[in-house]
């Protein structure tokens, strides 16, 4: 939990400076970069977790992996949480600042899962049911899960919608289990 608040308030710090300086959509696509990058590269996590190699190490490291791929302002951004002890956290400070990106450019973020993969016009239906309902860009996430064995499972925000048939067997269990039929059993 705390390093989710350090990432949001340095990721916070980060898009502010950026905005000022019109590096906005730069530095997105540098946090992007990061976040695959590091999501990619087991090795390059476990470094950045590290406490036995000291921070001069990680700032040649990274500055090798990321100086040519990266703005200035990136570059400079990661050095300098390096050198204050917080490259530990610098992945979910991508994540957090795409997200609050995203946030800021009115992108909401739906996440579908489904049972099989969902055809094109399915997806393009539900990203337009969304789109209907809360207004901006949205963006579709999927996700395929078969133990839901129909039907799909839609989140955005704190609130979700479950039509899976998975749910829909679990609620017949209950009500199952709550009538004085199976009571007497």
Do not use: H
């Not at 997105?28 to 000291?54: A, G, W």
């Not at 090798?64 to 400079?76: P, R």
């Not at 991508?94 to 996440?111: C, L, N, P, R």
């Amino acid at each position: 939990m705390a390093q989710t608040k350090v990432a949001t308030r340095y990721a916070k710090s980060l898009l502010g400076l950026v905005a000022e300086k019109g590096n906005l959509e730069e530095a997105f696509n540098d946090m992007l970069l990061i976040n695959k990058t590091v999501s990619e590269n087991r090795d390059l996590l476990v470094l950045l977790k590290s406490p036995v190699v000291n921070a001069e190490k990680k700032v040649s490291i990274l500055t090798a992996i990321f100086e040519k791929n990266v703005s200035k302002v990136t570059m400079l951004f990661i050095t300098l949480i390096t050198k204050n002890r917080r490259e530990n956290v610098l992945p979910e400070i991508a994540d957090a600042f795409v997200a609050q990106y995203k946030e800021m450019k009115g992108i909401t973020i739906a996440s579908v899962t489904s049972a099989t993969v969902l055809a094109d016009d399915a997806k393009k239906k539900i990203q337009d049911l969304v789109q209907k309902e809360v207004g901006g860009t949205v963006e579709l996430e999927t996700e395929i899960n078969p133990e839901l064995i129909g039907g799909f499972i839609l989140r955005i925000g704190d609130k979700q919608l479950d039509t899976s048939i998975l749910n829909k067997i679990g609620d017949l269990r209950q009500e199952f289990m709550n009538t004085s039929f199976a009571k007497g059993i």
